[in-house]
């Protein structure tokens, strides 16, 4: 089940935006790269043993190509702590496109879809290929920055749906600190904190 932490943190996040004056002249920018730290929070059925904590570096890109269509490529690199003292490399690779469509100037909806291609490291090695499917919506508020939520669903070993709220702070024309958090309905959650750099 869904965390209730998503819950308020989407509705925090529209009220925040609720009494930002919405003039933006220029759309959403499509070609953009985030690039900061994921914490991932594994839950784990069995109560027994402490659950995993993911550490890791991320790069998630977007090209703007058309109007209506993006280009998204993602790199991710990091290490799980197990209850063992034992450590996991993660390398993870992901390519795909995004379809987006503006319903006003500061408000846009869109659909992923995403390949990747994750390889575990420790004592054995193991790889997990699947698929990323997101639909969402992103808000621009003015200059202050934007508004994202979305439902993303997982393929592969993963297999889970998550609710994702986050979004953009502009410091500069194109330079902001983006942040986001997805809660899985199997309690998985992730959290990721970065710069957006706009090109």
Not at 46 to 60: K, Q, W
């Amino acid at each position: 089940m869904y965390s209730k932490k998503a819950l308020k943190a989407l509705l925090i996040s529209m009220s925040l935006f609720a009494v930002s004056p919405f003039v933006a002249a220029k759309g959403l920018n499509y070609s953009y790269a985030d690039v900061g730290y994921q914490l991932t929070e594994l839950d784990t059925p069995d109560s027994s043993i402490d659950e995993p904590d993911f550490d890791s570096a991320l790069v998630d890109a977007s090209f703007a190509l058309y109007d209506i269509f993006a280009l998204r490529a993602g790199f991710r690199r990091g290490v799980i702590d197990d209850d063992t003292g034992s450590e996991i490399d993660l390398t993870e690779f992901r390519a795909g496109g995004r379809g987006h469509y503006s319903l006003l100037d500061n408000l846009d909806v869109y659909v992923d879809a995403l390949y990747f291609n994750a390889k575990f490291n420790g004592d054995t090695t193991n790889t997990d290929i699947g698929g990323i499917y997101e639909a969402g919506f992103r808000v621009k508020g003015g200059k202050i920055g934007e508004l994202d939520a979305a439902y993303r669903r997982v393929s592969g070993d993963i297999d889970q749906n998550y609710v994702v709220v986050g979004g953009v702070i502009n410091l500069t024309k194109n330079l902001g600190l983006s942040l986001n958090a997805a809660f899985g309905d199997d309690d998985d959650e992730e959290y990721f904190a970065g710069l957006r750099i706009g090109f």
